[in-house]
């Protein structure tokens, strides 16, 4: 005696849509993932960081004399107005020129610095509002007697 239903044809046919719909699924969610890493942020923050991974060593070597000199600076940005205060090792003011930019980090946007000294030590330039967020500033003092300090400092604009 056989048990068994007779085989129809129609029982079975959504089977192949799925496994299909299933597999476009696939390929529209890799897509989507293909399109977020090519068009968002790459991950490098340094221009051939390669090259520059090569030559720590010359990194390490003008940290080393940077410290040696003993300069410190605090740089801060109130109400569009960015302050730069550099002391020696007994916190006596730094004579020197100033010069530098405002950078944006992640966008690359610079704005450029004109600091003018306000006393023995100390710069204030004047900028248009900038975004709010975070930005860098890289400056660099030359002092009276020829040596330099490089300053990179974070600072938050509101």
């Known amino acids: 005696m056989n048990t068994s239903a007779p085989f129809d044809p129609r029982r079975g046919h959504w089977i192949p849509y799925v496994f299909v719909g299933l597999m476009l699924l696939v390929v529209v969610v890799n897509g989507g993932l293909v399109i977020a890493a090519l068009t968002t942020f790459a991950g490098t923050t340094t221009g051939r960081a390669y090259d520059r991974g090569r030559a720590y060593n010359q990194v390490i070597e003008e940290a080393a004399r940077q410290a040696a000199l003993g300069w410190s600076a605090r ?4 109400q ?7 002391t020696d090792r007994e916190g006596l003011p730094v004579p020197g020129h100033l010069e530098g930019v405002l950078l944006r980090p992640l966008e690359g946007t610079q704005l450029p610095l004109s600091l003018a000294s306000t006393a023995p030590g100390q710069w204030a330039a004047d900028i248009a509002a900038p975004a709010p967020g975070q930005w860098e500033a890289r400056l660099t003092l030359t002092g009276a007697n020829g040596a330099h300090l490089d300053i990179r400092q974070r600072v938050l604009a509101p």
């Not at 740089?75 to 109130?78: F, I, N």
């Not at 569009?80 to 550099?86: K, P, W």
């Open 75 to 78: 740089v801060a940005l109130t």
């Open 80 to 86: 569009g107005r960015l302050s730069v205060t550099v």
